[in-house]
C-alpha cells in the first residue's frame, strides 16, 4: 500500500525556519517524482516545489531562494527546508508521488497520484 507521510509543520514566527519531512513506504520513491503542494484556507491548492527522480528541481517564484527541495532515496525521504518565513506561507502542505522515468522532468505539477495527509504550517507576524 503506497503511502506518504509528511512531518515538520508548526508554529513559527516570521523569518524563522521549518524543515518539512515526507515519508514514502509501499514503493520505492526513487523511482518517482515527488512535489510539495499548499493550501491556504480560502485559496486553491499550490504547487511550490518539486524534485524528479534524478534530483532536478522547481520551485515557484514565490518561494526561490527560500525553499529547497531535496531527497534521499536510500531512505525513501523527501524534504523541503523553509526558510525566511513569511505570513503568505502559512496552509497545509502537502507531499505528492507520481511514477517517473529517469529523463523526466518534475513539472508540470500535474499528474500527482499519492498524497499524504499534509502538514500544517503557521507563520506569526
Known amino acids: 500500500q503506497v503511502q506518504l507521510v509528511e512531518s515538520g509543520g508548526g508554529l513559527v514566527q516570521t523569518g524563522g525556519s521549518l524543515r518539512l519531512s515526507c515519508a514514502a513506504s509501499?514503493?520505492?520513491?526513487?523511482?518517482?517524482?515527488v512535489g510539495w503542494f499548499r493550501q491556504a484556507p480560502g485559496k486553491e491548492r499550490e504547487g511550490v516545489s518539486c524534485?524528479?527522480?534524478?534530483?532536478?528541481?522547481y520551485y515557484v517564484d514565490s518561494v526561490k531562494g527560500r525553499f529547497t527541495v531535496s531527497r534521499d532515496n536510500a531512505k525513501n525521504m523527501v524534504y523541503l527546508q523553509i526558510n525566511s518565513l513569511r505570513p503568505e506561507d502559512t496552509a497545509v502542505y502537502y507531499c505528492a508521488a507520481k511514477y517517473s522515468l529517469p529523463w523526466n522532468l518534475c513539472v508540470p505539477m500535474d499528474g500527482y497520484t499519492y498524497w499524504g495527509q499534509g502538514t500544517q504550517v503557521t507563520v506569526s507576524s
Open positions: 509501499g514503493f520505492t520513491s526513487g523511482n518517482y517524482a
Open positions: 524534485i524528479s527522480q534524478t534530483g532536478g528541481t
